[in-house]
């Protein structure tokens, strides 16, 4: 199909919104031009944090001299023919209006072959499109350059994060499209490449690492669903990582329909799911799970930006993904082993004053999770969890309050191997990190040596709290808040779990810690740490009548 204009009434059913809104946009809008343009090979060059120079390399179909000069002009496209292309968009970019954004906020030049003789190159800079004769093999090729130097106000507004934003994006379609090659460069370094073999295995350990890749499953589920009356064919494949490798969030599920990277909460939900019991409490999986069904069933429509999708029953949708993803994980080898490593004694010593519970007598622990406490005519049963999270998690905050947190030394050093978007976080953050008791250096690629631990809370866990602590950066937008999601995650780290027995004096001393908290009735992530039963729920269910004795 080639470059044409969009008729008004096509303008007018397309979902307003602004195209460029940081690089990373712009990298997602080329990276999709590209993909629809056929590539099997995808190269993104970045210079600082995007806004020096952007460049994006394919081996797609390319276009004409004709076609060229047209698509820089708004509202053209060669993905849709008429206004009713919208209601089955096949494609992941059909707004006409990419590339003229990105002319209007910087020096746009594309230079492209459709297979010709020669190929074309279109340079607009300061409003003025030049045309002219270029040698270029089949593709196209989309350079960037100084993004937003006529709205400094935008370009003031940018974050420090940005390369991990641009990271992200290639990331992620690497991972969903594992047929075509990606490769990242970031000031002349190679970040990540991917050898599009089509293999999403081989797409994991190209983004994440071998332990990742190693410990995870491929699968291919297909399903018919019923919508509005008539049975449609769905497919979902993907790969799942086995639930002994988790996350702190939901950020490592990794979705796409039709093709298109999209955040679907719906999707993400469906995904961990269809886990079930099998995450840790608080956890979240590494999941790429990517969803095909008929155009017609799906608005791509929905979100200005493109990032969200609707379904005509997303219900029939969810489903469809969540027994997908149990159905592998069924009939996946899923043992594991390790130990977990924790300073009770640490955590769990008294501090001066009076604890809330200090008048509270435990009586015994319950399925080697919940305590159980006598409070006068009450039954109060505590979630061993989430009260030692809670001790943990203030605890930490109050040591973060006037002065960095110690670091306990690890010896030998461990290492934790971040994807591009993290290690972009972790070498933008490291100062943050120090402060919060990490200490790390690179060891080549996205490897780095974790030598020291935060040491507030005695003895962390798992060193996996770096990796934890660089996500919970990464997904805050304000530095406090980041900062606080991070003390939550460390927090968790080495709380008592399920299936730990207590003593009961180790029981008393988590009971009187809990006490001494400032808020002891909910964990750090709000769930309840404490119920209470009153003695009249007994006495109503045992037909009493509301007397204690007789």
Known sequence: ??????????????????????????????????????????????????????????????????????????????????????????????????????????????????????????????????????????????????????RPARRKSLSNTEFGRISDVVSRYALVRPDVRFRLRHDGRDVFSTPGSGSYTDAVLGVYDRTVAGQSTTFDHEAAVEIDGDEHSLTVEGLLVYPSVTRSRRDHVHAAVNGRVVGNAGLKRAVVSGYGTLLPSGRDPIAVVSVSLSPALVDANVHPSKDEVAFADGDAVESAVEEAVHEALTTADLRQSGEVAMDLETTLERVDGDSLFDEVTVIGQFRELYLLCEADDDLLVVDQHAAHERINYERLRAALADSPVDSALVD??????????????AADERETLARLGFEFSTFGGGTYRVTGLPAPLGRV??????????????????????????????????????????DGETAADLLGRLGECERPFACPHGRPTVLSIDEETFATGFGRGGTRLG
Do not use: Q, W, Y
């Open 1 to 150: 199909m080639t470059v044409r204009r969009l008729d008004s009434e096509t303008v007018e059913r397309i979902a307003a919104g602004e195209v460029v809104t940081r690089p990373a946009s712009v990298v997602k809008e080329l990276v999709e031009n590209s993909l629809d343009a056929g590539a099997g090979s995808v190269t993104v060059e970045v210079d600082g944090d995007g806004t020096e120079r952007l460049k994006v390399a394919d081996d797609g179909h390319g276009m004409s001299e004709a076609d060229a000069e047209l698509a820089v002009d708004h509202h053209t496209t060669s993905k849709l023919s008429g206004s009713d292309d919208i209601e089955r968009v096949s494609t992941l970019g059909f707004r006409g209006e990419a590339l003229p954004s990105v002319a209007a906020v910087a020096t746009l030049d594309v230079t492209t072959n459709d297979g010709g003789p020669r190929g074309t190159r279109v340079l607009v800079e300061d409003g003025e499109t030049t045309t002219s004769p270029a040698g270029r093999a089949t593709g196209t090729t989309v350079e960037v350059r100084e993004l937003f130097h006529n």
């Open 461 to 502: 866990a798992d060193v996996s709290a770096f990796r934890d602590a660089v996500d919970a950066l990464r997904a805050g937008d304000d530095p406090e808040d980041a900062r606080d999601e991070l003390l939550k995650d460390l927090a968790c780290h080495p709380s008592l779990k399920a299936g730990d027995t207590l």
């Open 412 to 425: 030998p050093a461990e290492t934790v191997s971040l994807s591009p978007a993290e290690a972009a976080v």
